[in-house]
């Protein structure tokens, strides 16, 4: 049986639901996902797009299962309307949301756990903080104001989507293993879709502080066409734009695995 790592969010319990009993399921933070992706823990694994080049050696990137932002994407926040700056928190170095920051200019950046950057900032701890997740739904009832969406960024400049989050699979596993899971992700998403009350509980029972309302506003916005097949292009290009950036050496593995 084959490990499988998703993170607690919606989309991803969303997507994944019809299938978890056919792998051997744990469930963490993304950026920590991120880190044991490089250590080379799991056969399947969620990570960060903008983490892929550090494990590329090692893993391909599935079509399916992945999510992206459509004019939509990361939030960097503070407690007043102001310019960039000072200290700012971020849901980790390696997840997406911080190499986007790096299109608004170089920061002094806080890696903290995602859901810790609203009362980071509502304390006065860091004076700005980059919000994903649940965190673009909440922010403005906590009192806390918009500065940018990362993902609008994106998409002005580079036009295309913003790859967010990806399924990585070992590339000793083959391409015969790689589109068999390609195709059980793409499976028990079109069965959550059309079945959203099977998944519901095991949605719910892994969302961290989430009104249901918040849950399904979550699922709606990053689970997409995408998610069945992604925008190769678009990953490419965030690849390249976190091998310019330094964060990774450039490699010749292809990305995908089929």
């Known amino acids: 049986m084959l490990s499988l790592a998703i993170s607690p969010c919606p989309n991803d319990t969303f997507i994944f639901c019809a299938m978890v009993d056919s792998f051997r399921l744990e469930l963490d933070d993304v950026e920590s996902l991120n880190l044991r992706a490089e250590r080379g823990e799991f056969d399947v694994t969620k990570i960060s797009v903008a983490a892929y080049g550090r494990i590329r050696e090692q893993y391909a990137l599935l079509r399916a299962g992945g999510a992206a932002g459509f004019g939509v994407g990361p939030l960097l926040v503070s407690r007043e309307a102001r310019a960039p700056g000072g200290r700012v928190a971020i849901p980790g170095d390696r997840t997406t949301a911080a190499l986007l920051l790096q299109l608004l200019g170089d920061f002094d950046t806080v890696p903290m756990r995602f859901d810790l950057i609203e009362g980071a900032v509502l304390s006065g701890a860091v004076d700005c903080g980059v919000l994903i997740h649940e965190g673009r739904f909440t922010y403005a009832q906590k009192g806390l104001v918009?500065?940018?969406?990362?993902?609008?960024?994106?998409?002005?400049?580079?036009?295309?989507?913003?790859?967010?989050?990806?399924?990585?699979?070992?590339?000793?596993?083959?391409?015969?293993?790689?589109r068999r899971v390609n195709a059980e992700i793409r499976e028990s998403l079109l069965r959550s879709r059309a079945r959203p009350e099977e998944c519901a509980d095991f949605v719910r029972r892994h969302a961290q502080e989430m009104a249901p309302d918040v849950i399904q506003s979550h699922i709606d916005l990053y689970v997409n066409d995408y998610s069945l097949d992604a925008d190769v292009s678009a990953v490419e290009r965030l690849v390249a734009l976190g091998e310019q950036r330094g964060l990774y050496p450039s490699s010749t593995q292809p990305i995908f695995a089929v």
């Open 146 to 178: 918009k500065l940018a969406d990362l993902g609008e960024v994106w998409e002005t400049r580079m036009q295309c989507p913003i790859p967010l989050g990806a399924i990585a699979i070992r590339r000793e596993l083959g391409p015969d293993v790689a």
